[in-house]
């Protein structure tokens, strides 16, 4: 049972535009929402998270936005750049049950095109 | 300052050797994770530490021992590995894990390979 989906696999877009990632997910429980970037070969780093009392967050060229009734979030990278080009995991924590557990999912691999 | 480090960065070890991996933090985080990952696949939870206490153990096999000498440090004791256990080992830690919304932040793990 995946309760946090990544659909997409992978994604590619031009330098300059923007780039959109996608997360669904399934248990209404889940209350923080965070997205993290991951190069190979190397640990997960934190890019933005957002409550689930707030629809949007923005950080630089980075926003998430979250539609709780559809159970949907989605990170947008305006404008893209090269060094962007990474894996990028969906993750989600229960507040109810503590956020020591993170539920990922499985991961958009993005590429910038130069 | 957000950084959690991880040593050795790689770590190649027989089925009979017994190693360790090291994980530190000084955000004065409360709490300190051990996360296993294999290729193309998201992290595993393995152990959580929540003020220097074992909180949650993912039903690891016993060749993996976690230990938490004080609350900057984190290690993963390896004993009698089998080939599967190959993997990326991530160390992470939190403020606080047992409070809400509470982010992770990630040291840059350990490639393990178990021979």
């Known amino acids: 049972d995946q309760q946090v989906k990544q659909n997409s696999p992978s994604l590619s877009v031009q330098e300059g535009r923007i780039s959109i990632l996608n997360c669904d997910y399934t248990n209404s429980m889940f209350d923080y929402f965070l997205w993290y970037k991951k190069y190979p070969a190397e640990g997960p780093t934190f890019l933005i998270s957002?409550?689930?009392?707030?629809d949007k967050n923005e950080d630089g060229r980075f926003t998430v936005f979250l539609n709780k009734s559809a159970k949907h979030l989605s990170l947008h990278i305006v404008p893209s750049q090269p060094g962007d080009s990474a894996v990028y995991f969906c993750a989600a924590s229960d507040g109810q049950g503590g956020s020591e557990k993170l539920v990922f999912g499985k991961g958009t691999k993005l590429t910038v095109n130069p | 300052d957000t950084e959690v480090t991880q040593t050795p960065k790689h770590l190649v070890m027989g089925m009979t050797n017994k190693k360790s991996l090291k994980c530190e933090q000084h955000?004065?985080?409360?709490?300190m994770y051990w996360y296993k990952q294999k290729a193309k696949k998201p992290p595993e939870l393995m152990f959580v530490y929540s003020y220097e206490k074992l909180s949650i153990n993912e039903s690891v096999p016993s060749r993996f021992s976690p230990e938490c000498p004080n609350s900057s440090l984190l290690n993963l004791h390896l004993h009698a590995l089998q080939p599967e256990d190959s993997a990326l080992y991530l160390c992470?830690?939190?403020?606080?894990?047992?409070?809400?919304?509470?982010?992770?932040?990630f040291g840059p793990g350990t490639r393990l390979t178990v021979l």
């Open positions: 992470a830690s939190s403020q606080d894990g047992t409070g809400q919304q509470d982010t992770q932040y």
């Open positions: 955000m004065g985080h409360r709490a």
């Open positions: 957002i409550s689930s009392i707030k």
